[in-house]
Nanobody, 121 residues
Framework: VQLQASGGGLVQPGGSLRLSCAAS????????MTWFRQAPGKDREWVSC????????YYADSVKGRFTISKDNARNTVYLQMNSLKPDDTAVYYC???????????????WGQGTLVTVSS
């Protein structure tokens, strides 16, 4: 399994970014995809998950209403649309895949390489 995360960058507060996580070596609709993030000096934090079979989505309270997770099974890709970004959203964002939506990092073996999001004026 390989996961390729992309789409990070520098954005001003209030701005938007869309992250992508392209998966290979698996059929995405059979798996759940999860986004985590890790800010400098902090633990990796669960952000959002989308279930493979139902498309049900879950969000951390800190991003609910601002971030939207979605997937394109034909492209084997999951997206994280991030709106109304805040400086506290600054982190390296990682995607991870498993059969179900888990919120602890120990449940995952397969991770993308991470993409840096910096929210700053």
């Amino acid at each position: 399994v390989q996961l390729q995360a992309s789409g990070g960058g520098l954005v001003q507060p209030g701005g938007s970014l869309r992250l992508s996580c392209a998966a290979s070596g698996l059929i995405l609709e059979n798996y759940a995809m999860t986004w985590f993030r890790q800010a400098p000096g902090k633990d990796r934090e669960w952000v959002s998950c989308i279930r493979g079979n139902t498309g049900t989505t879950y969000y951390a309270d800190s991003v609910k209403g601002r971030f939207t997770i979605s997937k394109d099974n034909a492209r084997n890709t999951v997206y994280l649309q991030m709106n109304s970004l805040k400086p506290d959203d600054t982190a390296v964002y990682y995607c991870a895949v498993e059969r179900a939506c888990y919120r602890d990092t120990d449940s995952f073996d397969d991770w993308g390489q991470g993409t840096l999001v910096t929210v700053s004026s």
